[in-house]
């Protein structure tokens, strides 16, 4: 087997935290879709509930007890749905996820480039080395921030990059990298 360059072991932990940033960036994106599908359902529940509540509201002054028990029940609803509004914020939830996602693919443009840098004939290691620092100090601070994810928004996200687990295997890695930056070229 032959020996292993310098550039090659760094092109390889670059690859390798490229993947990793892949995973996270469409994890998180994942996580904001699943919270914002959570709020349009509440705002259409509610206006669907509210709009039957005032509808039986209407009738009530005109009918029986059983029209005025369902329009207490609705108007129940209506609070149980404005209260989880409250409590769960899911259209804030949503954007903290977008807003890391974002921070995220950037890194991970970041290390597309250096993928690119370290493929070609001229690059300089030292030079590197250092970028690698400081994209590792970027990516902490973004962890740092990073909402939790959920397992349906990983599920999620192994669908959309089709595969089943985040070992970030060289073919996966190249399945997220353009043609030229694969390890083999198509």
Same mark, same amino acid.
């Given at each position: 087997?032959?020996?292993?360059?310098?550039?090659?072991? *760094?092109?390889?932990?670059?690859?390798?935290? /490229?993947?990793?940033? @892949?995973?996270?960036? &469409?994890?998180?994106?994942? =996580? !904001?879709?699943?919270?914002?599908?959570?709020?349009?359902?509440?705002?259409?529940?509610?206006?669907?509930?509210?709009?039957?509540?005032?509808?039986?509201?209407?009738?009530?002054?005109?009918?029986?007890?059983?029209?005025?028990?369902?329009?207490?029940?609705?108007?129940? *609803?209506?609070?149980?749905?404005?209260?989880? /509004?409250?409590?769960? @914020?899911?259209?804030? &939830?949503?954007?903290?996820? =977008? !807003?890391?996602?974002?921070?995220?693919?950037?890194?991970?443009?970041?290390?597309?480039?250096?993928?690119?840098?370290?493929?070609?004939?001229?690059?300089?290691?030292?030079?590197?080395?250092?970028?690698?620092?400081?994209?590792?100090?970027?990516?902490?601070?973004?962890?740092?921030?990073?909402?939790?994810?959920?397992?349906?928004?990983?599920? @999620?996200?192994?669908? &959309?990059?089709?595969?089943?687990?985040?070992?970030?295997?060289?073919?996966?890695?190249?399945?997220?990298?353009?043609?030229?930056?694969?390890?083999?070229?198509?």
């Amino acid at each position: 087997m032959a020996e292993e360059t310098s550039k090659d072991i *760094l092109l390889a932990q670059v690859r390798e935290c /490229f993947g990793k940033v @892949a995973w996270s960036h &469409k994890t998180q994106e994942c =996580q !904001a879709s699943i919270y914002n599908n959570y709020h349009k359902r509440l705002i259409w529940a509610k206006i669907l509930v509210a709009g039957l509540a005032a509808g039986s509201g209407i009738i009530s002054l005109f009918s029986g007890v059983a029209i005025r028990y369902a329009t207490a029940i609705l108007s129940s *609803l209506v609070l149980i749905i404005d209260l989880t /509004f409250k409590n769960h @914020a899911y259209a804030d &939830k949503s954007a903290h996820h =977008q !807003a890391v996602a974002t921070k995220l693919w950037r890194i991970r443009e970041a290390y597309q480039t250096l993928i690119a840098e370290l493929m070609s004939e001229q690059c300089n290691l030292s030079d590197i080395r250092k970028r690698i620092e400081q994209l590792a100090d970027r990516l902490e601070k973004v962890y740092e921030i990073a909402p939790r994810t959920s397992d349906s928004a990983y599920k @999620a996200a192994s669908n &959309k990059l089709h595969s089943g687990s985040c070992s970030c295997s060289d073919d996966e890695i190249d399945k997220l990298l353009p043609p030229r930056l694969r390890s083999v070229h198509d």
